[in-house]
């Protein structure tokens, strides 16, 4: 009796089990399989506006807007502004996800909690540039087999936060691009995130101008080659912990921290930087940096060091005296604009293979002494602004420069105003055509030696000396000018000129010879009878404010095609002599001499 009622128990409760499960499996049947889309339509649209990717139509079983039903179709045309509510019903599960709504720019919210997806490859793309998206709901969406999440959320710049708790990545490899200028998402946490596939991240956060907080603490990047723009324009961020980041198969962290212009602090002791061939602009603008530790970095392999720490405003020490430059060979804007440095130590810097010293120490304003004796420039092309702006650099010894191949020199000690002593008489030039702001503003320079100068290439000399105050005594006589064609404002405001010399001055191509002269208050006389201004547009200010100037013979001027010469001779002294030659001087220049002057017209 005891064995029966048990054996019926048994049967009773198996059959509740089946009951249970039979309403289980219904009650998954009858589940609804949809995606719910909100769009926002905040202006009258002339055109039908896409709603999804058109692959998306083979999966639809009916529509509905706001209720109603609609025809199925891949793009529909708004009557009036305002919100809708379109309800997408499919026939069967999403096999793919990529790209599923990207450019839809007036979907403002989507709901997946009732959707069905089936083993999907890739979610890149899945919302691509949907400018209005403000909220996702993913529910329990299974994204254990996707491969690729780039740009997923790219370009969504409306949204704030988004859930991704229920994302599995453990097989995701790429994520390029995936939060790429989500200019308005604050915060995000990726904890969960299981990234030990992950091979790229390249701009995965670039330009989240307003995310203040990231937590990437689980991070594996064991991976990961390809790190560039990682975090580039991230504007907000102050903090930023890194620590559990390898990096030991990076090869490359251009524009890594680019404009992370609120970033305090960062620690990178454990980076491996063993494989990494390019590190240009890894620091770019991060303007509020005051210390930065690389002593862990191993540089063997850099090629391209450019714009490195260029913008570091606040960075006020960096031991770079490991660094291992052997095989650099771009080095432009290194230190620009490092406004708050007051020494570099670069004894240990190997720069046989660097190419480019495009502005490498533009601005470093506080430096006082640069050491860059041992610098092998035998292949450098490019030295424009090298040191432009080193404004308390007093001295430095270039002698052991070679400039065979320098083809760019224009502003390379431009606003190097403390610069006392300069020897520059060892450069090769002769490949350079601009020397235009060479020496500008050089105030405290007395003296140049400019004899072994080969100008025979050079087009452009505007601002060459311009504000050399100090300087007294230029010879020129060597320079090869004929295919110059700009002298604009070449010696202005060279106060203390007393003597210069121009003997071999071939101006026949020169267009623009504004304030050429202009400030020399010094200068007692100028003869100019060799110079040929036949092809000069503009001499406005040519002579203007030579306040001592009594002696100026332009006898072989031709000024008829001249377009303008405002104040020509603005500011020159009462009483003086000018020889010209009338028949190629119009009258209102001729009218602009100092009445008391002694005219002189050699006219034929």
Known sequence: MYQSLFKFKEIKIAFVFLLIASTIKSSEM????????????????????????????????????????????????????????????????????????IDCLFLKEIDFTETKFSNIPSLKGLFRNCKGLEKVEFGDIDTSNVKDMNGVFSSCVSLVSVDLSAFNTKNVQIMDYFFFSCNSLISLDLKNFDTSKVISTKFMFSDCKSLTSLNLDNFDTSLVSNMNNMFDNCQSLKRLHLTSFNTRNVVSFVYFLHNCYSLTSIDLSKFDTGNV???????????????????????????????????????????ISHFDTSNVEDMEFLFSRCVSLTSIDLKNFN?????????????????????????????????????????????????????????????????????????????????????????????????????????????????MFNGCSRLKYLDL????????????????????????????????????????FSGCKALTSLNLNIFETDNVLNMNKFFSDCINLAFIDISNFNMRGVESYNLMFYNISEKGHIIYNGKFIPDEVIKQIPEKWEKTNKKN
């Open 30 to 101: 009858n589940k609804q399989n949809r995606i719910i889309a909100k769009y926002k339509i905040d202006s009258e649209q002339s055109d039908k506006i896409l709603l999804f990717n058109r692959y998306l139509l083979s999966y639809i079983s009916s529509m509905t807007l706001n209720g109603e039903d609609i025809d199925i179709s891949y793009t529909y045309k708004f009557e009036e502004e305002g919100e809708y509510e379109i309800i997408i019903n499919l026939s069967k599960d999403l096999e793919r996800a990529d790209e599923l709504f």
């Open 351 to 463: 720069t046989k293979k660097v190419e480019d010293m495009n502005h490498m120490f533009n601005r470093c304003e506080k430096i006082t002494h640069l050491d860059v004796r041992h610098f092998d420039t035998s292949k450098v092309f490019n030295m424009m602004g090298m040191f432009e702006d080193c404004k308390m650099l007093t001295s430095i010894d270039l002698s052991n420069f070679k400039t065979n191949n320098l083809v760019y020199i224009s502003s390379m000690f431009s606003g190097c105003v403390s610069l006392k002593d300069l020897n520059i008489k060892s450069f090769d030039i002769s490949g350079v055509d601009s020397l235009s702001l060479l020496f500008n503003e050089c105030k405290y320079l007395t003296n140049l030696d400019l004899s072994n100068f080969d100008t025979k290439q050079v087009k452009q000399m505007q601002n």
């Open 477 to 516: 006589g060597n320079f090869e000018t004929s295919n110059v064609i700009n002298m604009k404002n070449m010696f202005s405001d060279c106060n203390s000129l007393t003597s210069i010399i121009l003997d071999n001055f071939d101006t026949s191509k020169v267009t623009n010879m504004e304030n050429m």
């Open 277 to 319: 061939h390019d590190i240009s602009g890894m620091f770019l603008n991060c303007q509020s940096l005051t210390s930065l530790d690389v002593k862990s970095f191993n540089t063997k392999n850099v090629i391209s060091m450019s714009q490195l720490f260029e913008g570091c405003l606040s960075l006020r020490q960096l031991d």
